[in-house]
């Protein structure tokens, strides 16, 4: 896979990520109780800070949805900023997500016990679901970051910068634009020019 795969993949992800989001801003319950924990309970009181939560962590799934579409859209040149915060974006997925997979995975083990009690079937989705989506999310991006500096450093090779090619003839032929009416003294030289060619 390419960048723009790698790219499109990881905003797919976002975009499909800010579709419950958005669903249980809106007051939708469906599952809502894999989520569980004070998130579960905070969405269910439909409070205000609540709804402010819900539409803040929907419009960052979509502004990292935008953010991953930068790096392969026109108009992503005119975002200077584009692959830091990509790079802080796929940081925070990855940590996020990862962290939470093991000490999921832990506590399901029953290695370690949450503090506020075990929701197993809430935790199974974290696990499984939720958090993996996370790692993975972060993943695809951080691979569409390795892929841009790979084929932007391939575009920015060396050039003959200050070395001009020189081609029989196209000194005289540049010389002879910029002075239509040469002085005597480049008249000759440029008969001479001329009389070594046609030898």
Request: proline share 5%; net charge positive.
């Amino acid at each position: 896979m390419r960048l723009r795969q790698f790219a499109y993949v990881a905003a797919a992800m976002a975009i499909a990520s800010a579709v419950p989001s958005v669903f249980w801003t809106l007051g939708g319950t469906l599952l809502l109780d894999t989520v569980g924990g004070s998130i579960e309970r905070l969405a269910r009181a439909r409070s205000v800070s609540a709804l402010v939560l819900g539409a803040t962590t929907s419009l960052a799934k979509l502004g990292a949805a935008l953010l991953a579409l930068s790096l392969v859209r026109p108009w992503g040149r005119r975002v200077p900023w584009r692959l830091a915060a990509n790079a802080l974006t796929s940081a925070l997925l990855v940590t996020w997500g990862g962290a939470n997979v093991i000490v999921g995975a832990l506590a399901l083990t029953r290695v370690v016990s949450p503090a506020d009690g075990l929701d197993e079937y809430a935790l199974r989705w974290h696990v499984y679901v939720w958090d993996p989506w996370f790692l993975i999310w972060g993943a695809a991006l951080a691979l569409a970051l390795v892929s841009f500096r790979r084929e932007h450093s391939d575009d920015r090779q060396p050039g003959m910068s200050g070395v001009r090619a020189q081609v029989p003839g196209s000194g005289s032929a540049q010389d002879e634009r910029r002075h239509p009416f040469p002085s005597p003294a480049r008249q000759g030289k440029l008969e001479v020019d001329s009389t070594k060619e046609a030898q």
